[in-house]
């Protein structure tokens, strides 16, 4: 297996001697890395989040404040079952914090039946506090439980570019145009474990160039 910090390295360097402009490439630091319910573990590179759903009907949930507004959030996660796991963007709209994007992998947000083939994209165009509108979109995907998986998402105009394991599914939002105030990680039982997070913030006159970040 690669070593991906290597890898990662070498390729900004062969972007930097052909004279292109290279993005910006942001680890999480702790300050940036706020857990809402549950309890963690931070061994070996490796984030472990324990915990189950609350009264409020929410699980555990990991968010990485980094700020962007094109680019590309990324990282490995493992789940200890096949339940749920989430991956939710938030803006902020008019100066309060608002979801611009939820992707749910083996489930939607409906609680009433299993759906672990799944994978679930959720936008928000029109939704507010008071009009909880929201626009879903369902793919046909399984991710195995205690296998590690990798999941990429791109954020550049008002398209999000989803990409799971090699495999994408784009959707589009007006809403996607805001800065992306924060990223979470959160699932619904069981431990969760996770890796490798980066921010990768686009340059201004960057085109996309995710793929050459997509490599194990």
């Not at 319910?37 to 555990?60: L, M, N």
């Not at 996607?176 to 959160?186: A, L, P, Q, Y």
């Not at 619904?188 to 340059?203: I, P």
């Amino acid at each position: 297996m690669f070593n991906r910090s290597i890898v990662l390295n070498f390729v900004l360097s062969i972007c930097a001697v052909a004279g292109n402009a290279v993005a910006e490439v942001i680890v999480p630091t702790e300050e940036q890395t706020v857990l809402l319910r549950g309890s963690t573990e931070d061994r070996h590179r490796i984030r472990t989040v324990a915990g189950s759903v609350d009264a409020t009907g929410h699980g555990p949930i990991t968010y990485y404040t980094v700020p962007f507004q094109r680019g590309t959030f990324s990282l490995s996660w493992k789940s200890s079952n096949e339940d749920r796991v989430a991956f939710v963007f938030d803006g902020k709209a008019n100066g309060k914090a608002t979801h611009v994007l939820k992707v749910y992998i083996n489930g939607s947000p409906s609680t009433k039946k299993l759906e672990r083939d799944t994978l679930t994209l959720v936008t928000y165009d029109g939704s507010s506090k008071e009009t909880k509108k929201a626009t879903v979109k369902k793919f046909v995907h399984h991710a195995s439980g205690n296998q590690w998986h990798q999941l990429m998402v791109t954020f550049d105009g008002s398209e999000a570019t989803v990409v799971v394991d090699k495999k994408s599914f784009v959707v589009a939002s007006k809403r996607f145009r805001e800065s992306i105030e924060k990223c979470g990680v959160t699932h619904f039982s069981g431990v969760l474990e996770t890796r490798d997070v980066q921010v990768r913030k686009f340059n201004e006159n960057e085109e996309d160039q995710s793929d050459l970040f997509s490599f194990n």
